[in-house]
């Protein structure tokens, strides 16, 4: 069998485009992936970040959903304790009834933010200590018999939607494992704690109404070109704009020459961590590195960040991957 093969979209903003060109932008990848035989694309919600438009998590979902026809879509994820558990019911299930058996909710308790957005957010700082009891109140909400006596989520109620926990931690592992839902780990960008925290998700998994076997989706990075030259040049790029992503708030913008003696900095090492997981090269090369990572992180299905600093290049390496994978079994 193949390795299911999905991929995680940020939504980017390139620079000289607008939130509606990298909206665009994710229309059209989630197009070739749907051709290509992806099995699903997830989009993360983050604030306050100008090179991202996935904000809006469910209404970008929605938009793209209206512009493909079969394949799986949701969050990766929906950051909880933003919202109230009932809200997302509503807007997932309301999703669920205009797609039916294409939409997926993936789970965080991160702010996707910082902790002046936060406030905006009107998030209060200990939200996230009720996250376990959210993600079982959200679920009631989404079944057949609500958590809340005498609160129902129309649209949402019967629709189960399935639920995914998001992680880069061991405390994710474990409340997936407990609540028996499938986990997806962040190794495109945390990945320290993947193999302990598959390990434990395994070992203390507990079936559940919605999965009867754990399931470990493990994000990594693809730079994937017709050339190693071209891929490895567009990884420069984009470690260019990761510096401006995290250091650049304020409207700061670091000139390209900045951008690389941060990179040879101490803040530099800090962004070559964060992608240690990363896929870099011509198909066969990216091939090689994924088969690898899937059995090196006992993974059940791949979801990957495709990072090009254009649209073109981005739908491309969705297209070479999908194709050089669909040769690889687990």
């Given at each position: 069998?193949?390795?299911?093969?999905?991929?995680?979209?940020?939504?980017?903003?390139?620079?000289?485009?607008?939130?509606?060109d990298g909206i665009a932008a994710s229309v059209a990848l989630a197009q070739q992936a749907e051709k290509s035989g992806y099995q699903r694309v997830w989009y993360a919600e983050h604030h306050n970040m100008p090179s991202i438009a996935s904000s809006a998590t469910s209404v970008l979902i929605a938009h793209i959903a209206a512009h493909t026809t079969s394949i799986r879509l949701g969050a990766g994820g929906v950051m909880l304790p933003n919202h109230s558990p009932l809200t997302i019911a509503e807007q997932f299930g309301t999703l669920a009834s205009i797609h039916p058996d294409r939409i997926d909710l993936g789970l965080g308790r991160a702010p996707g933010s910082d902790q002046v957005t936060m406030r905006a957010l009107r998030?209060?700082?200990m939200s996230s200590d009720t996250?376990?009891?959210?993600?079982?109140?959200?679920?009631?909400?989404?079944?057949?018999?609500?958590?809340?006596?005498?609160?129902?989520?129309?649209?949402?109620?019967?629709?189960?939607?399935p639920l995914y926990i998001l992680g880069s931690s061991l405390f994710g592992a474990r409340l997936a494992?407990?609540?028996g839902?499938?986990?997806?780990?962040?190794?495109?960008?945390?990945p320290t704690a993947l193999h302990q925290a598959v390990a434990i998700y395994r070992s203390e998994f507990t079936p559940s109404e919605q999965s009867d076997k754990p399931h470990v989706i493990a994000g990594v990075n693809v730079v994937a070109a017709d050339t190693t030259e071209t891929a490895r040049r567009e990884y420069h790029l984009l470690k260019r704009a990761r510096v401006n992503a995290l250091y650049g708030r304020g409207g700061r913008t670091f000139t390209d020459e900045e951008a690389d003696a941060v990179l040879t900095s101490e803040a530099g090492a800090q962004i070559e961590?964060?992608?240690?997981y990363t896929a870099l090269g011509t198909p066969t090369e990216v091939k090689d590195y994924l088969e690898g990572f899937a059995k090196d992180a006992d993974a059940d299905e791949l979801i990957v960040a495709h990072q090009f600093t254009n649209t073109e290049g981005r739908v491309r390496s969705a297209h070479l991957t999908a194709d050089a994978m669909a040769s690889v079994t687990v």
């Open positions: 069998m193949a390795i299911p093969l999905s991929i995680l979209d940020l939504a980017p903003i390139n620079p000289g485009q607008s939130a509606g998030r209060d700082a996250f376990p009891q959210d993600v079982l109140e959200l679920q009631g909400y989404l079944g057949a018999e609500s958590r809340i006596p005498g609160v129902d989520a129309v649209p949402g109620k019967n629709t189960h939607v494992a407990a609540l839902l499938p986990f997806a780990f962040a190794s495109h960008f945390a961590q964060m992608v240690t």
